[in-house]
C-alpha cells in the first residue's frame, strides 16, 4: 500500500510539474509570436496608404518622416530628395470639404475619381487615403511604396507614439531607459540602507529585537504593489514638489524612492541569511587574533557573504525593473528620453498596463505591446540566471 501511495503521489508530481512547464512554454511562444508580428505590420495605419502626385520624384519615406510631413516640421519635398516647393498634406476626410455629396454619386462611388483629380490638380500633395478609395484608375497618382516596420526603428526610435497617424512611433528606447533609470537609483538608495539593516539584525541586534524587526520586515514584502504607489502619490510626491521646487512631483526620483522602499525587505532578508551563514568558527578565529567587531565584520562575515549579498543586489534589481503600478502612479508616465532624476518618465511595465486595454487586438499597438513584454521577459530572465549564478559560485566556495 505504501508503495502504491509513493507511485501516486510521484505520478500526481510529475504530471503537475509537466503541465506548469508546458503551460510556461506556451505563454513564452505566444509572447513572442504576437511581438514580433510588429515586424510583418506596415509603417502607416493599416488600411490606408500614401499617394503623391506622378512627377513626384520621392519614392521612399521612413515612418519619422512621414509624421513630421503631417505634423508640419518638415514643410519642404527638398528635404525629402524631392523637387524644391511647399508639401501640401491631404487627409482622406478633407475631401468631403471640396465636394458635396450629390457629386460623390451613390455609395460613393466616383470618390477615388475625385481623390484622383484633387492629387492631380496638386504636384506637391502627399494623400494619406484609405485602400478601398485609393485612385488606381488615375495615371497622374503614385502610390508610394510602403516598407513594414524595422527592428531598428523600434529598439532605436526615440519617440513612442503608437496612435499617431498616418505613421505611429514604436520606438522603445525612452522606456527601457526609464526602466533603467528608475531601477538603477532605486537600488543606489536601497543598497546602503538594506545592507546597514542587514548587517544590524545580524550581527548586532539582540535576539528580542531581530524576533520583532524579522517579521516586519518579511511583512512589507507582502504589502501590495499598489498601496506603496497610492503611499507616493499621497505623501512623497507633494513633499519632493515642495521640497525641490519642481513643476510636478511624479519624477523619475519619486519612482526610485518607492522602488527602493520596495526592494528594501529582498535584500535585507537575503543578505542577512547570507552574513547569518558564516560559519561561527570563522568569526571567533577572526576575533581571536585581535580584530574587533566592527573589522570582523567587514574583513571577515561581509567577504565571506558576498555571494549572498549580491545575490540579494540583482533580485532587489528584479523587483524593481519589473514593477508596475507604483511606478505607473508616481513617475508621470511621460514616455520621453530622461535627461535627469527630477522628470517625468515612463518604464515598460507601466506602457503595457496603461496601453494594453486600449490597443485593439492584433493590431500593430497590440503587437508592440506584446514586444515590450519580450523585452521585460528577456531582462527579468537575465536578472534571475545572474543571481542563480551569483548563488551557486558562493556555495562552491563555501565548500
Given amino acids: 500500500m505504501k508503495k502504491i501511495t509513493e507511485h501516486i503521489a510521484h505520478g500526481i508530481l510529475t504530471f503537475s510539474g509537466s503541465i506548469t512547464s508546458l503551460a510556461i512554454l506556451l505563454i513564452v511562444i505566444f509572447l513572442f509570436k504576437e511581438g514580433l508580428g510588429l515586424f510583418n505590420s506596415p509603417s502607416v495605419e493599416k488600411g490606408y496608404a500614401l499617394c503623391l502626385h506622378a512627377s513626384n520624384p520621392a519614392e521612399q519615406l521612413m515612418p519619422q518622416q512621414i509624421k513630421q510631413i503631417f505634423d508640419q516640421e518638415i514643410t519642404d519635398w527638398k528635404e525629402l530628395g524631392g523637387n524644391e516647393g511647399e508639401i501640401i498634406p491631404f487627409r482622406f476626410d478633407e475631401i468631403f470639404s471640396l465636394y458635396s455629396d450629390e457629386e460623390f454619386g451613390e455609395d460613393y462611388a466616383l470618390l477615388p475619381q475625385r481623390l484622383g483629380d484633387v492629387i492631380a490638380r496638386n504636384p506637391a500633395i502627399?494623400?494619406?487615403?484609405?485602400?478601398?478609395?485609393?485612385?488606381?484608375?488615375?495615371?497622374?497618382?503614385?502610390?508610394?511604396?510602403?516598407?513594414?516596420?524595422?527592428?531598428?526603428?523600434?529598439?532605436?526610435?526615440?519617440?513612442?507614439?503608437?496612435?499617431?497617424?498616418?505613421?505611429?512611433?514604436?520606438?522603445?528606447?525612452?522606456?527601457?531607459?526609464?526602466?533603467?533609470?528608475?531601477?538603477?537609483?532605486?537600488?543606489?538608495?536601497?543598497?546602503?540602507?538594506?545592507?546597514?539593516?542587514?548587517?544590524?539584525?545580524?550581527?548586532?541586534?539582540?535576539?528580542?529585537?531581530?524576533?520583532?524587526?524579522?517579521?516586519?520586515?518579511?511583512?512589507?514584502?507582502?504589502?501590495?504593489?499598489?498601496?506603496?504607489?497610492?503611499?507616493?502619490?499621497?505623501?512623497?510626491?507633494?513633499?519632493?514638489?515642495?521640497?525641490?521646487?519642481?513643476?510636478?512631483?511624479?519624477?523619475?526620483?519619486?519612482?526610485?524612492?518607492?522602488?527602493?522602499?520596495?526592494?528594501?525587505?529582498?535584500?535585507?532578508?537575503?543578505?542577512?541569511?547570507?552574513?547569518?551563514?558564516?560559519?561561527?568558527?570563522?568569526?571567533?578565529?577572526?576575533?581571536?587574533?585581535g580584530a574587533t567587531r566592527w573589522q570582523t565584520i567587514y574583513k571577515v562575515i561581509v567577504p565571506y557573504a558576498s555571494s549572498g549579498i549580491m545575490a540579494a543586489v540583482v533580485l532587489g534589481i528584479g523587483r524593481a525593473v519589473g514593477e508596475t503600478m507604483a511606478v505607473l502612479m508616481v513617475t508621470g508616465n511621460a514616455a520621453v528620453m530622461p535627461r535627469s532624476l527630477f522628470q517625468p518618465v515612463r518604464t515598460i511595465p507601466a506602457t503595457i498596463a496603461a496601453e494594453l486595454g486600449e490597443a485593439p487586438a492584433g493590431g500593430a499597438h497590440y503587437q508592440s505591446l506584446f514586444l515590450l513584454g519580450c523585452i521585460l521577459f528577456i531582462i527579468t530572465m537575465v536578472i534571475s540566471i545572474s543571481a542563480e549564478l551569483i548563488s551557486k559560485r558562493g556555495h562552491t566556495n563555501q565548500t
Fill in 126 to 289: 502627399i494623400a494619406y487615403l484609405p485602400e478601398q478609395y485609393l485612385p488606381r484608375e488615375n495615371h497622374s497618382v503614385k502610390i508610394l511604396p510602403l516598407k513594414n516596420i524595422r527592428p531598428v526603428d523600434f529598439f532605436s526610435g526615440k519617440e513612442w507614439l503608437p496612435t499617431a497617424t498616418p505613421a505611429p512611433q514604436f520606438g522603445v528606447l525612452p522606456l527601457i531607459m526609464g526602466a533603467l533609470w528608475v531601477g538603477f537609483f532605486a537600488i543606489l538608495i536601497a543598497l546602503p540602507l538594506g545592507l546597514g539593516v542587514a548587517i544590524y539584525m545580524s550581527e548586532l541586534a539582540g535576539e528580542r529585537i531581530r524576533k520583532l524587526f524579522k517579521p516586519t520586515i518579511e511583512l512589507l514584502a507582502g504589502i501590495p504593489s499598489v498601496v506603496y504607489g497610492f503611499f507616493g502619490l499621497v505623501v512623497l510626491v507633494p513633499l519632493i514638489q515642495k521640497s525641490l521646487n519642481l513643476p510636478v512631483g511624479e519624477t523619475a526620483f519619486a519612482g526610485s524612492l518607492i522602488l527602493a522602499i520596495m526592494a528594501l525587505p529582498t535584500i535585507i532578508t537575503i543578505a542577512e541569511d547570507a552574513m547569518r551563514g558564516t560559519p561561527r568558527m570563522m568569526r571567533e578565529a577572526s576575533l581571536a587574533l
